[in-house]
C-alpha cells in the first residue's frame, strides 16, 4: 500500500447476451508485477435489464471491489497499528442508477447513486482505534475515493 501508482491489462470479451468474461492480464504495482494474471471474472445483468442472470451484474461486481479495497485498507492500518482482528464483515448497500441517461431527454430529477455501508469489526482494538482506521480507510480506499466523486457514500462501525 505504500506505492502510488498501479497500472493494470484487463481484457472483457462479450460471451452473448448481456454476459462478458473479464481476463486480468497482468498488475504491476510500482515496478514489480504481481501474481494476479490469469484471473477470470464473470458478469451478467439481471433478467429485467436483458441479461440471464448467470454471474454479478457490473453494479455488483463494482460494489464488492468497493468493499474488498476497504477490507484491505481496515487489515492493513490495523496490522500497521498491531491492533488484532478477529473478525471483520462490510455490509453496503446501494442505490444505483441502472443505465446512462439519454441527452436528448431533459434529466429533471436527479440520478440515484447512494452508496452506504456498516463495517463490523472485532478484536484486539479500542473502539476509539477501530474510529480511528475508519477515518483511514476512508482516505486510503482508492475505489471508495472514486465512488465518492459520484455519489454519497455513508458509513457506519459497529465494533463487537
Known amino acids: ?26 498488475c504491476v ?18 433478467e429485467a435489464l436483458g441479461g440471464k442472470g448467470l454471474a454479478p451484474n457490473p453494479q455488483e461486481l463494482m460494489l464488492a471491489a468497493f468493499n474488498a479495497c476497504m477490507t484491505a485498507a481496515f487489515v492493513h492500518e490495523a496490522s500497521r497499528q498491531n491492533i488484532d482482528l478477529m473478525s471483520l464483515e462490510i455490509q453496503t448497500w446501494g442505490e444505483l442508477s441502472t443505465g446512462i441517461p439519454v441527452p436528448s431527454r431533459q434529466i429533471t430529477e436527479e440520478v440515484p447513486g447512494r452508496v452506504q455501508y456498516i463495517i463490523y469489526v472485532s478484536g484486539s482494538g479500542s473502539i476509539t482505534q477501530y474510529e480511528h482506521i475508519h477515518r483511514q480507510v476512508i482516505n486510503l480506499s482508492p475505489n471508495r475515493w472514486l465512488l465518492a466523486q459520484n455519489m454519497t457514500i455513508e458509513g457506519n462501525l459497529s465494533v463487537t
Open 1 to 26: 500500500m505504500e506505492n502510488d501508482v498501479a497500472k493494470y491489462d484487463i481484457v472483457t470479451t462479450w460471451r452473448g447476451g448481456m454476459a462478458s468474461q473479464t481476463c486480468c492480464h497482468s
Open 29 to 46: 504495482i510500482g515496478e514489480a508485477l504481481q501474481s494476479s494474471h490469469g484471473h477470470v471474472i464473470h458478469a451478467d445483468e439481471p
